[in-house]
Structure formats: structure tokens, C-alpha cells
């Protein structure tokens, strides 16, 4: 026979109408009080998925290293599409943004959410503990096995970039990439090096280079960038950044050094921010749609019994100047 809140309100010593307030997370009730019914529920076999609690605050988690807006726009924009799905479904979301010497359970505590959306990189260790809170939960822009999460093609993204630049006829192409803890990064890398399997054509590893530990990003892709052309032998013939970020810096570290975009090197990025159609020249890039991955991640979030725990946006190439060679 299957429990029944009857049942609940027995063993917890609580009545009924109590018991219904608990497991659905309403007002009224000492936190105490609250976490008795439910551990009450959950030693009676009470079905999972009625424990489910009703969302009503939502807190948006962002490492420290993705805060600055202006330098990296892209987690802005994915924050906007979680507030918009937030506002249509009567949820009131927060921010909070955490670095691994912070104690992030204290921080949870303050915003006091019904559940967590985890964006972008985090340490093992604080992922860990989120997920002990045993609060409904949803990586964006991050995976993790086991749990939802909502993420760009990112490997299909940068085998697409790759073959447009083989499509230049570009052959020696360099990869500007950052720390490979990072889900996106890593995955980003890996379809760069998928690229070159495809295409029938060696890949060379001392092309691939990444930004140095500590330093930031813009300052890092330019001294990636120089590593490049300073390397004896050949020089790469077109680059391919992991973000726009670090394209626009190294495509101002070429211009620099006195050489032609794109005619002696062509440069590609990754997330169509706004400053890539306004660089000169316009920078070729990966378009996503980031608004649409932080609504994803609250719809995931809400759905009861998703049919995937991943779900995976596409991603459009967009060909702009400093790819493209203009013919006579």
C-alpha cells in the first residue's frame, strides 16, 4: 500500500495540513519542523517526485572568475534569460557570486533558495557540497554526471569553425584555449582537434596554446598569441579562440605586429558577443543563443521527469571580415 500524508503526519508527530505545507515548501513553518516531515517522507518510501518542492526563490551561482560583465558579457546575458523565465513563472531569482575560499553553504543559507543554478565553472569540491543541499539543481554552461544540465554543441561548434577556416584554405591553424577544467573549454579544444581527424590532415600540438594560469584573459590571449608567431618555423595561417574575448585580443596583438587580418592570418572566435561585429576587422565567430540557455536551465530545472538530463543548444557560424579574403 502506498504511503500517504496521513502516514507522515503519524510518524512525525504533525498534522496533516503540516505535512502538506512541508512537502510543498510553504510558508509558516519552523525550518525544524520542516526537515522532520520530510525526513519522515523519504524514511516512509513517500514518492520522490510528490517531495518535490514548489520553486519559489531561485539563486543564480557564478564563480568569481566570470563576474566581470564588461570584460566578458556572456554570463550576463545568460542571467537575463534565466530572470525572464523567472518573472513568467512567479519565481524570484538571486545572484550570488562565490570563489573557492568562500563558504558558499553560509552565502546559501543568506539567499535561502528552493534551487540552485550553477553557471559556468566551479571547483569539484563546492560542486560537491551544492549538491549535498539536496536542493533541486541545474548546470549551465557545466556538466557533471548524474546531474541536469543545459550546455552549447560546443565540440560541433569548433569543428564548424574549423571547417570554415579549411575552407579558406587556411592549413596551419592555432588554438588559443583556456584552463580545460572548464566543460565549454575542454570541449572546444576537443573539437579542434576532431577537425583535423576529419579533414584528413595533421594536427600539430605546438599550436595549441593556452593562456597562463593567473593572468587575465585579454592580457593572457595576447601573450598566447605572440608565443605563436615567436615560435620558430612556420607561423600559423589563422587562429581559432576558445571565446571572442581572447580573438579580439589576439587579433590586436596581429595587427600589432604589422600583420594583414585576414590576408596573413585569419582569426575566428567563439560566442558572438557585441564586440565582435564591431572590431575592425568584424570578427568571425560562433553564434549562440545565451539567452536561451539560462531559460533552458530553469525549464529543466522545473520539468518533474526530464527525458535527458543534458540538453544541448546548437550554435551558428557567423563569417565576418577577419576570415573572409576579399577578391579582386
Not at 553557471?119 to 569540491?125: N, R, S, W
Not at 573549454?185 to 597562463?212: C, H, K, N, W
Request: hydrophobic content about 45%; aromatic content about 6%.
Amino acid at each position: 500500500m502506498a504511503t500517504t500524508i496521513r502516514d507522515i503526519a503519524r510518524v512525525a508527530s504533525v498534522s496533516i495540513g503540516t505535512v502538506s505545507r512541508a512537502l510543498k515548501n510553504q510558508p509558516g513553518l519552523s525550518e525544524a519542523t520542516r526537515e522532520r516531515v520530510v525526513a519522515a517522507a523519504r524514511q516512509l518510501g513517500y514518492d520522490a517526485a510528490q517531495l518535490r518542492p514548489r520553486i519559489r526563490r531561485l539563486t543564480f551561482l557564478l564563480h568569481r572568475q566570470h563576474n566581470n560583465f564588461a570584460v566578458s558579457p556572456f554570463f550576463s546575458h545568460v542571467l537575463h534569460g534565466v530572470e525572464d523565465a523567472c518573472r513568467e513563472r512567479g519565481i524570484v531569482p538571486s545572484v550570488l557570486t562565490a570563489g573557492p575560499t568562500e563558504d558558499v553553504i553560509q552565502q546559501m543559507r543568506l539567499h535561502a533558495p528552493d534551487a540552485v543554478a550553477i553557471a559556468g565553472f566551479v571547483e569539484p569540491e563546492t560542486l560537491t557540497t551544492l549538491v549535498a543541499m539536496q536542493r533541486p539543481l541545474v548546470l549551465i554552461d557545466l556538466w557533471a554526471p548524474g546531474l541536469r544540465s543545459v550546455n552549447l554543441d560546443n565540440a560541433a561548434g569548433a569543428m564548424l569553425a574549423m571547417r570554415h577556416l579549411f575552407e579558406q584554405q587556411r592549413k596551419r591553424v592555432a588554438f588559443i584555449g583556456g584552463s580545460l577544467a572548464h566543460f565549454s573549454i575542454a570541449q572546444r579544444a576537443l573539437g579542434y582537434r576532431q577537425a583535423f581527424f576529419e579533414a584528413g590532415m595533421l594536427f600539430d600540438p605546438s599550436l595549441e596554446v593556452t593562456i597562463d594560469a593567473g593572468v587575465d584573459p585579454d592580457s593572457g590571449a595576447a601573450r598566447a598569441m605572440h608565443r605563436l608567431l615567436d615560435a620558430p618555423g612556420p607561423h600559423p595561417d589563422a587562429v581559432f579562440a576558445y571565446n571572442d574575448a581572447a580573438a579580439l585580443a589576439a587579433l590586436r596583438a596581429c595587427l600589432a605586429r604589422g600583420l594583414r587580418v585576414p590576408e596573413d592570418i585569419a582569426i575566428i572566435g567563439f560566442d558572438d558577443i557585441p564586440a565582435a561585429a564591431h572590431a575592425t576587422p568584424p570578427l568571425s565567430t560562433m553564434s549562440v543563443d545565451k539567452e536561451a540557455l539560462g531559460r533552458c536551465g530553469v525549464e529543466l530545472l522545473l520539468e518533474d521527469a526530464p527525458a535527458e538530463l543534458e540538453v544541448r543548444l546548437p550554435v551558428q557560424l557567423i563569417a565576418r571580415a577577419s576570415t573572409l579574403v576579399k577578391t579582386p
